[in-house]
């Protein structure tokens, strides 16, 4: 799911070019950037600040709302303390790495101090292979790695 630093080697050029073709977001500390459980089809890339990644919930609770699917109802758990977490700083690449479907997060992600990150859609995805190649080989490179 994560990868650390993973854009290490890139100069401050390539940086530039990533922030400049996805779509960049601000986030104050404390705030949720996506939650466990969410379908997303975002990769992030943290290029400022640092980000937690873990689970709010120490187990869930499923109740079958008939045709409407389901609900997970410890998610509204007052006292759901973060579980499982570690800290990522710039470089660090989040979200769930087949990002060509949606898929569900299997962890929560929330800044720890005020943080900028690129979010990048499939769509811009294919935009940064075009227009960028090097960039687009690093991140898929670190995508198809085994998680460390």
Same mark, same amino acid.
């Given at each position: 799911m994560t990868r650390k630093a993973f854009m290490g080697? =890139?100069? $401050?050029?390539?940086? $530039? *070019?990533? *922030?400049?073709?996805?779509?960049?977001?601000?986030? /104050?500390?404390?705030?949720v950037i996506f939650e466990e459980g969410e379908e997303d089809e975002h990769i992030y890339v943290v290029l400022k600040g640092k980000v937690a990644l873990g689970r709010t919930? *120490?187990?869930?609770?499923?109740?079958?709302?008939g045709p409407y699917?389901?609900?997970?109802?410890?998610?509204?758990?007052?006292?759901?303390?973060?579980?499982? /977490?570690?800290?990522?700083?710039?470089?660090?690449?989040l979200g769930e790495m087949d990002f060509h479907l949606p898929a569900s997060h299997t962890l929560s992600a929330? *800044?720890?101090?005020?943080?900028? =990150?690129?979010?990048?859609?499939?769509?811009?995805?294919?935009?940064l292979k075009q227009t960028y190649p090097q960039i687009y080989r690093r991140l898929a490179m670190v995508m198809t790695a085994p998680a460390q």
């Open positions: 080697q =890139l100069g $401050e050029k390539e940086w $530039e *070019a990533l *922030a400049q073709t996805g779509s960049p977001l601000h986030v /104050h500390g404390g705030e919930k *120490a187990k869930h609770q499923w109740l079958t709302m699917g389901e609900v997970d109802m410890a998610a509204d758990d007052p006292g759901a303390a973060w579980k499982d /977490h570690i800290t990522l700083g710039r470089g660090s690449l929330q *800044a720890v101090e005020e943080s900028d =990150l690129v979010e990048l859609s499939p769509r811009q995805m294919a935009q």
